[in-house]
């Protein structure tokens, strides 16, 4: 009697060391998914600054410029260069 109860004991030991071990290996998976997540955030949020960056020059130029062929030519020269675009029509 003893020994069965010994053994239902290491048996159910043995699952819970494996149950235990399926969950570390579960939370380092998410853990690393979520890294990874972070880093794609991360990325998207330094673009977004840019061109925040960008659209704030662009606002405070065109305060200053007073007539429309200087907007024309501010947007040409400085607006679509930085923004990533190769021509401006």
């Avoid at 009697?1 to 149950?19: G, S, Y």
């Avoid at 235990?20 to 330094?46: D, G, I, V």
């Amino acid at each position: 009697m003893a020994q069965d109860q010994t053994n239902i004991i290491l048996r159910k030991l043995e699952r819970e060391k494996r149950a235990r071990k399926e969950a570390e290996q579960l939370l380092e998976e998410k853990s690393l998914e979520l890294f990874h997540s972070y880093q794609e955030l991360e990325k998207t949020n330094e673009g977004h600054q840019s061109r925040l960056q960008i659209l704030n020059k662009f606002s405070i130029a065109i305060t200053q410029i007073e007539t429309i062929d200087e907007l024309g030519w501010y947007v040409a020269r400085e607006v679509v260069g930085q923004l990533g675009f190769s021509d401006c029509v």
